[in-house]
């Protein structure tokens, strides 16, 4: 089970950072972005992220977020429900 809680606010964690990086080009007036949902192109936050001197990290911690949330998500949803052997009686 915590396995699964962890995945969630790792997950969490990253869906607040990329609403956040959304909400930035949007107070640019790059509308765009909140509405396009999972296919947004980061290339053109880099694009706009160099003109207006933000930091580039932010990006790639997200990214780790997700990656590591889905894996510790799989690795407790294994755990929770039981993928030990059966023994045979």
């Given at each position: ?58 990006v790639y911690v997200m990214w780790a977020l997700y ?23």
């Amino acid at each position: 089970m915590p396995l699964l809680i962890a995945g969630g606010v790792l997950l969490g964690s990253g869906i607040a950072l990329d609403l956040s990086f959304r909400l930035q080009m949007a107070r640019l007036g790059h509308w765009a972005p909140l509405f396009k949902g999972g296919s947004f192109n980061y290339a053109e936050y880099h694009r706009v992220r160099i003109k207006q001197g933000w930091a580039k990290w932010p990006v790639y911690v997200m990214w780790a977020l997700y990656v590591c949330g889905i894996g510790l998500l799989v690795a407790g949803f294994f755990a929770y429900f039981g993928t030990q052997p059966q023994r045979g009686v």
